[in-house]
């Protein structure tokens, strides 16, 4: 981290002056690590029509979190990731395996991960305030070793993309021609709600809850209005989140607002522009 410190020192703001507000200096790190991969699986997620998946995963992670506070686990982030990854699959399962469509199915399992998260959370008198933080997160707080394994997921989804992507377009766009050529429709689509799933878990308890689905939709949105292929389709989603994503910490920063929000806020705007612009060229 120390070459990481040093490095930012070099911009032009107060806080980066070197021996001071490490954690803004954390939030930028994170910010350039956590929005490629909203900015990636974005692009997928508007392709599959699945913008509100996000939300039901969110919940999920809650009710994991709520479990692993009621087991007493020291970190029950990790409750939240197994229980996510667990809906995950599920979800693909219950897909394929029923004639339900995608926005059904994710009605069912969001409604159901918020009862649950709700009972656990105030079971015996409990007390729902104290989960008020993943709501509305703060990225100020994450700390060095979750932005390294949030740059060791980064990695692994970039993996996913290189190796994988043709089979997982082919599997969102036409699931019976893909099944026809010998790819695993199943296999293709839990990878990718895995990848969600990980993503949105490690990420809420700084990003929000309440806002963590405008980073899977947003950016993708704005491409596809900008993009006239698949290759400016990705790089405009990728680019566009990181460049929101440190507008919106450094706005947040200066104003004193909740840093999900303003990265939402960006990127509402980032999509606007790219609305008109679409018109304009059109």
Known sequence: MELWYRLVSLLPFSWAEAGSLYFMKNALLAILV?????GLLSTMVVTNRMSFFSDALGHSAFTGIAIGVLCELADPMWAAAVFALVLSALFTWVRHHTDLQSDTVIGVFSSTAV????????????????????????????????????????GLVLALWVTSFDRLLLSSIHPALAGSRGVRVALQEWLFTAAIALVVTLSMSWVGLLVINSLLVLPAAAGRNLARNMRQYHLFSVVGAVVCGVAGLLISYYVGSSTGACITLCLALYFLLSLLGRRTGA
């Open 115 to 154: 009862a649950l998260g709700i009972f656990i959370a105030t079971f015996g008198g409990g007390s729902f305030t104290k989960f008020n933080t993943y709501l509305i997160g703060d990225i100020l707080s994450v700390e060095p070793a979750m932005i390294g394994l949030l740059a060791i997921l980064l």
């Open 34 to 38: 956590v929005t490629p991969l909203f």
